[in-house]
């Protein structure tokens, strides 16, 4: 937990514009992967997401921006601990955080491919917060670019 920084988790080619999907099964299989095929993660990364998010959604409702934070069941998915942005190309339906069939149109979706359950609690946190800030997200919603999303992250989470 020593000098734990969640903006070293931030890698630019982990950073998508426009991905195009129909459910967020496709979503977080598309999003697994690439960071399998970058070497991130491991062969079955996307399935351990997929089954976390069935059981615990991990959609947020928020006002600029409709978020949601997927993550594996199990951590030893993980090759090296990242935090994947993917801005979608149209709105794809997760289940809301809390809930067992509220849909919410997601927009933006951070995948967390994180070792460690201390550091995936503070990665949560961290982003909750964010997302709870409405000029972070508007911040967030303008960039347009991996790098300018990239600096924006870090700015905004520093």
Known sequence: MDNYKITNLLFEELITFDL???????????VG???????????GFANA???REKLYPTALPTN??????PHPIERDTVEKSAIIVTKLKHPVDFVLMGSENELVPVEIVFTLAVNGGQHQLHIL???????????AMEKIKSANSAPQMMHTLIDLLS
Request: aromatic letters at 10%; a negative charge.
């Open 33 to 43: 992967n690439d960071a399998y095929k970058k070497g991130y993660v491991k062969n």
């Open 64 to 69: 600029v921006l409709k978020v949601a934070i």
């Open 49 to 51: 997401v997929l089954q």
């Open 20 to 30: 195009e999907a129909n459910t967020y099964e496709e979503v977080i299989q598309k």
């Open 125 to 135: 946190q961290d982003l909750v917060s964010m997302f709870s800030d409405e000029g």
